[in-house]
């Protein structure tokens, strides 16, 4: 079974600041995804990244990237230069194997970020 | 393009009664899905879909009951409501390909506020 596990429940950083939000999988299947969604306090589900595993690079899309590192399972989000809008939930999720045929994805239990002016 | 629609937005139950809620998408994804988010916690799966007329149990699946009658639309049931099934429940959909970024992404519905009393 796959499990994601988000050890940070809260985070701060000031405006303009870089931050890391920590992300560790465990999964036996070798082909997987990997993505981080913001759910702001409005609600709704926010797709910000995708990394493959057989990706070579990490994945970038604008202010966010995917520190992927395979072998110690991890795939930290970094948010450059923060804003205040930043502020919201994180969720890590992973999809499950492409032989279950459900496609369905694993979430953690979150990060809460707080932007500080 | 509305993308993943869900009604209702808000609803509050007694223990016992029975609502359906409707979740719709107009980007001809194959796959539909059903998440519970209860606080504190990432979204947990309770039932998907991969097509048109065929469904399927995923982590959390009693209590509810689901159907996809149309490709569009996907229909989460509860039949006897209890206050365990107080949460926020998301839609989501996704494509069926087998490359691309659009591959990657799972879109999401805003999501229902649901109480049961």
């Known amino acids: 079974a796959q499990k994601i596990t988000q050890t940070q429940p809260g985070m701060f950083v000031q405006e303009k600041e870089a931050v890391t939000l920590d992300c560790t999988y465990d999964?036996?299947?070798?082909?997987?995804?990997l993505f981080w969604y913001k759910q702001p306090s409005s609600g709704e589900m926010i797709f910000l990244i995708y990394?493959?595993?057989?990706?070579?690079q990490n994945a970038t899309e604008g202010r966010y990237s995917l520190n992927f590192q395979k072998a110690r399972k991890s795939a930290n989000l970094v948010i450059s230069a923060s804003q205040l809008g930043d502020s919201a939930m994180y969720f890590c999720?992973?999809?499950?194997?492409?032989?279950?045929?459900?496609?369905?994805?694993?979430f953690g239990s979150g990060t809460r970020l707080q932007v500080q002016p | 393009n509305a993308g993943v629609t869900q009604t209702p937005k808000f609803r509050v139950l007694k223990t016992g009664q029975s609502m359906t809620l409707l979740c719709a998408q107009d980007?001809?994804?194959?796959?539909m899905y059903w998440y519970r988010q209860d606080p504190g916690m990432g979204l947990r799966l309770i039932h998907y879909?991969?097509?048109?007329?065929?469904?399927a149990k995923g982590e959390v699946p009693d209590g509810y009951n689901v159907s996809r009658l149309k490709k569009q639309n996907f229909l989460l049931g509860l039949e006897s409501a209890a206050p365990s099934q107080t949460s926020v429940y998301f839609c989501?959909?996704?494509?069926?390909?087998?490359?691309?970024?659009?591959?990657?992404?799972?879109?999401f519905g805003p999501g229902t506020r649901l109480t049961v009393l």
């Open positions: 990394q493959g595993s057989y990706d070579q």
């Open positions: 999964t036996s299947d070798p082909s997987y995804g």
């Open positions: 980007m001809n994804h194959e796959y």
């Open positions: 879909s991969v097509g048109e007329g065929t469904t």
């Open positions: 989501a959909s996704s494509y069926s390909g087998t490359s691309g970024k659009i591959y990657n992404e799972q879109f």
């Open positions: 999720a992973m999809r499950e194997p492409s032989g279950t045929g459900r496609r369905a994805l694993t």
